[in-house]
């Protein structure tokens, strides 16, 4: 597509819910972001993909929080048993190449703004 | 490990005012540095970016250079506007396979009238 696409863009859910978030990159795009983005509190890395493999997962928060991708392409972040805490905007960016130089820009989807009720 | 720190804002001036954001990075090797910006409403884009020492990036009247003795990238512009307004970040990427692009906490700019 012709932006990184993400949906959806926003989610009402219950406490103890388990959400799933999704991720559309840029076709070609083989890197794969996803952070998280809470009032006030900058933009926060949880994981990073390089096809379909995660060489940087450190940011994830808890076991409650995965995240994978297929076909190096779409990918889905997925939280069970939401907290009110999980509540933000998750913020999905796709590059053209992992390494640096001129391929690194990352381009940002819309966010899914997650409120957990 | 990697980081990124920005000055604290909320950064407000007047239109026509001189802007400077303060970004320093810690990084081993020679990453590629960036700054993002997020206008209310919209999601994050890149403003600019340079790829090695000495790198001047700039767009939109903005500029940073890249100084690996200091290690900064600060960001400037000589007469700021009312539609530059917004949270700007500044960021790095280690030019690495496997390794995050990293954001510092992102800066807030208002400009008035």
């Known amino acids: 597509g012709a932006g990184v696409s993400q949906s959806p863009s926003n989610k009402v859910t219950e406490k103890g819910k388990d959400v799933e978030l999704r991720c559309d990159p840029i076709s070609g795009h083989t890197a794969l972001y996803w952070y998280r983005q809470s009032l006030g509190q900058g933009l926060e890395f949880l994981i990073y993909?390089?096809?379909?493999?995660?060489?940087?997962k450190s940011g994830l928060p808890s076991d409650r929080f995965s995240a994978e991708r297929t076909g190096g392409s779409v990918s889905t972040l997925t939280i069970q048993r939401t907290q009110q805490e999980d509540s933000a905007v998750y913020l999905c960016?796709?590059?053209?190449?992992?390494?640096?130089?001129?391929?690194?820009?990352?381009?940002f989807g819309q966010g899914t703004r997650l409120t957990v009720v | 490990g990697n980081s990124v720190t920005q000055m604290e804002g909320p950064v407000t001036l007047s239109e026509e005012a001189f802007l400077t954001i303060n970004c320093t990075y810690t990084a081993t090797g020679y990453p590629s540095l960036f700054w993002y910006v997020q206008y209310p409403g919209e999601g994050l884009q890149l403003l600019l970016k340079a790829t090695k020492a000495d790198d001047k990036g700039s767009n939109k009247g903005f500029e940073a250079t890249y100084r690996k003795e200091t290690t900064s990238f600060h960001l400037e512009k000589g007469s700021v506007q009312v539609s530059d307004s917004a949270v700007y970040f500044c960021a790095l990427k280690r030019g690495q396979a496997g390794t995050a692009l990293i954001f510092g906490k992102g800066t807030t700019l208002s400009v008035s009238s």
């Open positions: 993909f390089q096809g379909n493999s995660a060489p940087d």
């Open positions: 960016a796709s590059s053209l190449a992992s390494t640096g130089g001129e391929g690194t820009e990352a381009f």
